[in-house]
Structure formats: structure tokens, C-alpha cells
């Protein structure tokens, strides 16, 4: 039987939900904060990024093709490999709520069975496969947590100065 491995990932933010939805789902723009190169080869339906989107990602030297298969915007997305040659099988689910102070919370569900080349490969690094993905996925999930709060902090409008007019008495 197959080796499966699952990570599991929960944030609180200081994000509303519509910031951090953006910044998950926007797979083209994704690899500019979290170093993931990724691009949508078949857009979504109706969104580009949304329910059949096909994007390819690099991670490590693998290419992996996904697609996403659960799509309700502000709630939940969903995808799975449809291709990799390092990976059998892999699903991944992200959850968002919304928190208190205007921030929200996210769970990320991710399980995968890597092909025996990948475990291979790691076991030739002399690493686990929960270490090999674990660190690289928790550094992922670090930056897209920063990733919301910058977006979130850059659309705050910032309080009124105090007024700095002078009146006069007459």
C-alpha cells in the first residue's frame, strides 16, 4: 500500500476574507510573493481562476499540473494533480471564515501519495517526505499569510489628520 502523507495548515490573519480569497486564487500572481512559479494553462469557468482552471506549477524540479475541482467563491476551493510524475495522487481544500476585528482564518487540508521516484529521490537526500514537503509547504503558508496582511494593511485608509488650520480672532 501507498505512503500517504497530509498537512494541515490554520491561520488567523489580519484580512478580511475577499483579500486572502484573492490572494490564494490568483494563480498567475501567486509565485510573485511565495517563490512558486505557477500559470494557468486552461482558464476556469466562469473565473479564470476558478472551477476547471488548470495551472501548472514548479516546485523543486517537478512540474505538477492541477486542476481545480471545488470552487465557492469566499467559502472554499478545492484542487487535485492531474499530473506529476513524483506524485500518485494529491488533494488539496481550503477553508475560509470569517474571523473577528474584520480578519478572517483559513484551514488548508492538503493529502498526497508521492510516487516511489519521489520517495526515492528524498530518501537518497537522507530526509523524510514529511520534512522534505512539510518545510517548503509551512514556508508557503507563511507567505501567503503576509502576502494578506500587506494587501489587507495597503487598503486601510488611514484616519483623518488632526486639522492643522489656524483661526484668527478679530
Given amino acids: ?5 497530509r498537512f494541515f495548515h490554520r491561520a488567523h490573519v489580519r484580512a478580511p476574507v475577499a483579500v486572502a480569497w ?15 512559479p505557477m500559470q494557468i ?7 479564470r481562476n476558478g472551477l476547471g482552471c488548470i495551472r501548472r506549477m514548479g516546485v523543486f524540479d517537478w512540474q505538477i499540473d492541477e ?3 471545488i470552487w465557492r467563491p469566499l467559502e472554499v476551493y478545492g484542487y487535485h494533480i492531474i499530473n506529476s510524475s513524483m506524485i500518485d495522487a494529491h488533494q488539496g481544500v481550503i ?16 493529502q498526497n501519495i508521492p510516487s ?8 537518497e537526500a537522507g530526509i523524510t517526505y514529511q ?40
Avoid at 41 to 47: A, C
Avoid at 95 to 110: L, P
Avoid at 116 to 123: P, S, W
Wanted: net charge negative; proline share 6%.
Fill in 1 to 5: 500500500m501507498a505512503d500517504k502523507y
Fill in 116 to 123: 516511489q521516484k519521489a520517495l526515492d529521490q528524498v530518501r
Fill in 67 to 69: 486542476i481545480v475541482n
Fill in 41 to 47: 494553462i486552461k482558464p476556469g469557468s466562469p473565473d
Fill in 131 to 170: 520534512n522534505f514537503l512539510g518545510i517548503p509547504f509551512k514556508e508557503y503558508m507563511n507567505d501567503l499569510e503576509a502576502e494578506c496582511e500587506r494587501r489587507a494593511d495597503s487598503e486601510r485608509v488611514p484616519a483623518a489628520p488632526p486639522s492643522t488650520s489656524i483661526t484668527t480672532l478679530g
Fill in 95 to 110: 477553508r475560509f471564515f470569517t474571523g473577528h476585528n474584520g480578519g478572517c482564518e483559513w484551514v488548508y487540508d492538503m
Fill in 22 to 36: 484573492s490572494v490564494f486564487t490568483d494563480h498567475e500572481r501567486i509565485g510573485e510573493f511565495t517563490n512558486t
